[in-house]
């Protein structure tokens, strides 16, 4: 019996750049990084928009100091929000409370022709002002003094004359009209009602500030 032919065996060749199969490879290798990378950028839809470094209250002037910038993802809604790529304003005011860490909204900013509130200090005791912390909401109540100091106390029942006001400053008893256990807190009044509140201070009343429930307040040591 005749011995059948082997077969050859044929030599490996390494690639050309010139091999279409290898041209095509790489082609498919760069769009799919393309497409990922669009991928990546298209999911990443985040803003950068400015919040609140500390507490912010009515009337005080945006600062880069009482601000920070925090990329979120917001979607539409990110147009109600202070953009950061905008800028500070040059004439900006808070309007009203901005939480330390909360969003700044662009509701809550305006100038300062806007702003509806003045701040005013009264003298109060300690007990009264040793739970606040700046941007806490109060409840003034004054009682004045009694034209008749001869019988019973010398102040007349206290009476609400101020709902929901914010604290804008803390300061120790010793400034002037108070003593070591009084302290003098800066409270933010609507602009209608300065002028009667003044009236109370320079009638000497006695004034208690009271915390409405929610509001922030100092932590217990």
Do not use: C, N
């Amino acid at each position: 019996m005749s011995q059948l032919p082997e077969p050859r065996a044929k030599r490996l060749r390494r690639p050309s750049w010139r091999d279409t199969r290898l041209l095509v490879g790489v082609a498919l290798v760069l769009l799919a990084t393309a497409l990922g990378a669009y991928g990546l950028r298209a999911a990443d839809s985040r803003v950068p928009v400015y919040a609140a470094r500390t507490q912010l209250v009515a009337g005080q002037r945006l600062t880069p100091e009482s601000l920070q910038r925090v990329d979120v993802q917001l979607s539409d809604v990110s147009a109600g929000y202070l953009p950061v790529a905008d800028g500070l304003p040059s004439d900006g005011y808070v309007l009203r409370e901005v939480r330390s860490g909360e969003l700044v909204p662009r509701a809550a900013v305006g100038s300062g022709a806007e702003v509806a509130v003045s701040p005013l200090s009264i003298v109060v005791d300690q007990a009264s002002a040793g739970a606040l912390v700046v941007g806490s909401t109060v409840d003034v109540y004054a009682s004045t003094p009694k034209a008749d100091k001869s019988s019973g106390s010398g102040y007349d029942a206290p009476r609400a004359v101020l709902e929901s006001v914010q604290v804008a400053r803390l300061s120790s008893g010793s400034g002037f009209g108070s003593s070591s256990r009084s302290s003098a807190v800066q409270v933010l009044v609507p602009r209608e009602h300065i002028a009667a509140l003044i009236t109370l201070v320079d009638a000497e009343a006695h004034f208690t500030l009271v915390p409405v429930p929610g509001s922030a307040l100092r932590e217990a040591s």
